[in-house]
């Protein structure tokens, strides 16, 4: 089980007792629950299953994680009628400051492709 020692080291003070890791899907999974957030986001991934998740947060969403930076891509499904540029913007942000809240990270950069509008009601 490689993937149980995968991922980011936090820096903690001089007085640690340990590390800590974080795994990328932890990482992936901030991402995509920060995303969800998001008014006029309608899914992650580049599928059209409905709306997003709290099974599968991480869907749609990759990231590379170094020792003490992180970059993340995501695939979104807009609602229709929102701004594009507005939305995506707005998903940037909120992903980068959650992320570098709740892990310490340093987001080099978020990357949005727009997979598709939701046309539907609800």
Do not use: W
Not at 26 to 55: C, N, P, R, Y
Not at 78 to 101: D, L, M, R
Not at 108 to 122: K, Q, T, Y
Request: hydrophobic share 40%; charged share 25%.
């Amino acid at each position: 089980m490689a993937d149980e020692t995968r991922g980011a080291q936090v820096r903690q003070g001089k007085d640690k007792i340990g590390e800590v890791r974080i795994a990328d899907e932890v990482v992936a999974i901030i991402a995509g629950l920060a995303a969800s957030e998001v008014d006029g986001v309608d899914s992650t991934g580049s599928g059209f299953t409905g709306k997003l998740s709290a099974k599968n947060p991480g869907k749609g969403v990759k990231v590379a994680v170094t020792e003490d930076h992180v970059s993340v891509d995501l695939t979104l499904s807009i609602k229709y009628g929102y701004s594009i540029p507005a939305v995506c913007g707005q998903v940037q942000e909120k992903v980068a400051a959650a992320i570098e809240n709740m892990t310490g990270l340093v987001v080099l950069d978020v990357n949005i492709r727009v997979a598709g509008v939701n046309m539907s009601e609800g």
